[in-house]
């Protein structure tokens, strides 16, 4: 019976998510249910189905599986190449109007490697990048540690397979590249599916992600989720990665800050501690949900997430969302901890630059070691 109503809970919840990403687009205004999903059976959405990987890489009719192995033409002649260091690799380049829906990629599996290659995205033409994020951190997990599990966001397997299922809309372009910061070659198979065709208003907003660590934090200095943007979004959420410095500690006193539209001193959203933000209680568990939850929890490294999609926050001119560093030692006490976050939100573009991303050696100081 348990089993029973444990599925029955999922099986809710994934519908709920279903609806909720046709019927309200994140970015967007509120549209009809789209039949991609609730209405698999409807054949005319005006959609075009396309995928990039190496055997395709530029998604054209007809271009799929052309190279040649040792079996003959169109036999997995390029299912993946090798990315030697210092060198950036262009994953597609579409033109629009477009949606990505789905990207599937899988690398070697050191700790290293998933904090040495990063992934850049280049909407409509904008010349800097909207997301600038450490593969590992991208794909759903902090500290280069894989861990099996899934979320209404990502899906990623035992041996290193990952999944986002965030939708990345875009007007007329469409640009990602891959770049091997580390110091040995890295193996890569990837697959980007998307469709063409899709009706989109020119401020929608475009998929953005960021990723920063302080590696110690300041004491009495919130840590930036997300640094301040100043034009209209919708905060997704962020995999949050904290390494507990003090294991004599209880480090997860913080409380979640959203600054939003003129507030000043004070935030108009504010949690109530570091695991209740991400719907958890009395400590830190290593259990994963579907819009929130914990998929690592061991040796005091943790990687934890967010997901606000059925409860949105939006805001129309600015925002900015930080977490407090404060710990239990026989009473509040101010703490400062490793934290590291790829925060995920959607804006239109132009949109401001980036924070600079931590360099190599400070992305990889400390991670998880196997």
């Known amino acids: 019976m348990n089993a029973m ?42 959609l075009t189905s396309r995928s990039i990987s ?21 036999r997995k002649g390029a299912p993946a190449q090798t990315i030697e260091p210092g060198t950036k690799v262009q994953l597609c380049d579409i033109k629009g109007p ?24 280049y909407w409509d033409g904008q010349e800097h990048p909207s997301i600038e994020c450490p593969i590992g951190d991208f794909f759903g997990f902090a500290h280069g540690k894989i861990m099996a599990y899934q979320s209404a966001v990502h899906s990623v397997g035992s041996t290193g397979g990952r999944n986002i299922w965030l939708p990345m809309p ?57 640094p301040q943007r100043n034009q209209k979004g919708r905060f997704i ?19 979640i800050k959203v600054y939003m539209d003129g507030d000043g001193e004070y935030p108009t959203i504010c949690g109530t501690g570091s695991e209740d ?33 059925p409860d949105p926050i939006q805001w129309q001119s600015e925002a900015r969302i930080t977490i407090q ?10 703490t400062s901890d490793d934290w590291s976050c790829a925060t995920f939100w959607y804006e239109p573009v132009p949109s401001a630059k980036l924070p600079d991303m931590p360099d190599m050696a400070a992305r990889t100081a400390n991670i998880w070691e196997d």
């Open 170 to 226: 875009f007007v007329n372009q469409a640009k990602m590249t891959f770049t091997n910061e580390g110091s040995k070659p890295v193996s890569l198979f990837y697959q980007i599916d998307y469709t063409l065709g899709d009706s989109h208003l020119p401020g929608v907003g475009r998929l953005h992600t960021l990723f920063r660590r302080e590696n110690p934090t300041t004491q009495k200095q919130d840590f930036e989720l997300l």
């Open 5 to 46: 109503r444990a599925s029955l809970s999922i099986l809710t919840s994934l519908i709920a998510l279903i609806l909720f990403w046709q019927v309200d687009p994140p970015g967007g205004a509120a549209q009809s249910p789209s039949p991609l999903v609730v209405q698999p059976y409807h054949l005319d959405t005006g």
């Open 277 to 309: 933000y991400v719907g958890l209680a009395w400590g830190i568990q290593q259990t994963p949900f579907l819009y929130n939850g914990c998929s690592l929890d061991q040796k005091d490294f943790i990687s934890m997430y967010r997901w606000h999609l």
């Open 98 to 121: 477009g949606t990505i829906r789905h990207i599937w990629i899988t690398t070697a599996r050191e700790p290293e490697v998933q904090r040495a290659c990063v992934i850049r995205a």
């Open 237 to 255: 959420g962020s995999v949050m990665g904290i390494r507990n410095l003090h294991t004599k500690q209880w480090w997860g006193e913080g409380e």
């Open 325 to 334: 560093q404060i710990a239990w030692n026989q009473g509040l006490a101010e």
């Open 54 to 74: 190496f055997e395709n890489p530029t998604g054209e009719p007809g271009a799929g599986g052309r190279a040649a192995s040792k079996l003959g033409p169109g």
